[in-house]
């Protein structure tokens, strides 16, 4: 059995054709149509929110953040053909110490990549192996200093990326070094 729905429009229009025709009027209808259904308005997604970058911070005297490079006034200085650096060093104390300041300063860096260099004075590749052991060594070092070994990747590049001219004693000593660059904020690469 077919239910009837009334509403109140619908009841209003057929009282009031029926009223017509009973006053003897004739009623024209001209059909029209109805506009196209409109789609309904889409939802307006925004973006999610950008979480907020907490910046490196580097305390240590004049240490500073160069790019991706944790640039440090003082060298570590190794003795000559050895992986062992000179702890007796005032500068290289100060130059290792200052890492685990930063790298306790900010947890954020989940990967902090050790650098060592060389200058081209001997064998090509006894130099990158020396160049490793060193970085091996400081790596080892901040660990014994509490700094957790997954946040270091130790590199050794021997003298294939000169800072300087390998024509003088001066230069020479500019690479031979151990450099610390940043290379993941949060488990991404850092983007500087």
Known sequence: MR???????????????????????????????????????????????????????????????????????NHIEFETDKALP?????????????????LKDNPQITRLVVEGHTDNQGNPDKNKLLSLERTVVVVGWLMGRGVDKNRLEPRGYGSERPKDTNDTPAGRRENRRVEFHIGQVDGKPFQP
């Open 86 to 102: 000179k702890e007796s060093d005032k500068e290289t104390l100060e130059a290792l110490t200052c890492i685990v300041t930063v």
């Open 3 to 73: 239910r009837w729905q009334f509403n109140k429009l619908g009841v209003f229009l057929a009282v009031g054709l029926v009223w017509t025709a009973a006053c003897g009027e004739t009623i024209q209808f001209t059909p029209t149509r109805l506009p196209p259904r409109q789609p309904p308005p889409a939802a307006v997604v925004s973006a999610p929110p950008v979480p907020d970058k907490k910046p490196i911070v580097v305390n240590c005297s004049n240490a500073t953040l160069q790019g991706d490079l944790i640039k440090m006034p």
